[in-house]
């Protein structure tokens, strides 16, 4: 199983491993600062170097056995198995779903509804909601957002067991994903006093690295259903 770097420290630009698996799409490593898709939110991209050798990582996946498989370019080299090697991310984009992601949870504690969906990128997010009554305005959300992003709160981990969760139903908010449950214990995602809930993936560490965010769009997705999209300007 690979240590999770990425959830110890989500600031980790680069990060030694030692190669523990070579397949047909990429490697696995014995430890790892590339998120794998999930959640929503995108798998990390960056480069592989070892002595003699580089590869570019385009995309990181879950694997069996809660492990993370690198997938590389299908033009690049592979390194052997046991190989050193140094890993490093694109962290430009890295940040910017760090930043997304964190002002999506912001988002759904201004919106007062069960959500139904979402999905971080880079420069558009989007969380979806089921709505009863008036729909609020993108003018209403995006002032609403930002005087919360303003006042630079701190964005904590917290972890609590697969028991407690189970019994507090309400710190799962979104209806279409499931937090990864099954190791003894769930890691929440808490924004003083704004937010708590079930998350794991990357999120910068104060609300006010996000910066302005401007809710783009709204899109009617059936009869409740309502799609909020907000971009980094």
């Known amino acids: ?57 385009v995309d990181t996946v879950k694997a069996d056995g809660n492990d993370v498989l690198h997938v590389l370019d299908p033009a690049s080299p592979k390194p052997e198995l046991g190989a050193k090697v140094q890993a490093e991310i694109n962290w430009e984009r890295r940040y910017k779903h760090m930043r997304m992601h964190t002002a999506l949870h912001v988002m759904s504690a201004v919106i007062k509804g069960n959500v139904t969906g979402g999905q971080v990128n880079a420069d558009k997010s989007r969380l979806d909601f089921n709505l009863e009554g008036d729909v609020p305005t993108k003018e209403w959300v995006t002032e609403e957002i930002n005087k919360i992003l303003s006042t630079d709160r701190p964005v904590v981990p917290q972890w609590v067991t697969d028991e407690e969760l189970t019994s507090r139903p309400e710190l799962v908010k979104t209806m279409s ?22 998350c794991g993936g990357t999120h910068v560490a104060q609300t006010a690295e996000i910066g302005r965010v401007e809710c783009i769009k709204i899109e009617n997705k059936g009869k409740m259903n309502r799609r909020f999209i907000i971009a980094l300007p």
């Open 177 to 198: 994903v499931r937090p990864p449950m099954g190791q003894g214990r769930v890691r929440l995602l808490s924004i003083e006093g704004v937010d708590l809930q079930a």
């Open 1 to 57: 199983m690979v240590e999770e770097l990425f959830r110890q420290d989500a600031y980790l630009k680069q990060a030694d491993a030692t190669v523990t698996a070579v397949e047909d799409r990429g490697v696995r490593l014995d430890r790892s600062i590339f998120y794998p898709t999930g959640g929503g939110q995108p798998g990390d991209t960056g480069v592989l170097r070892w002595a003699g050798g580089e590869a570019k990582i």
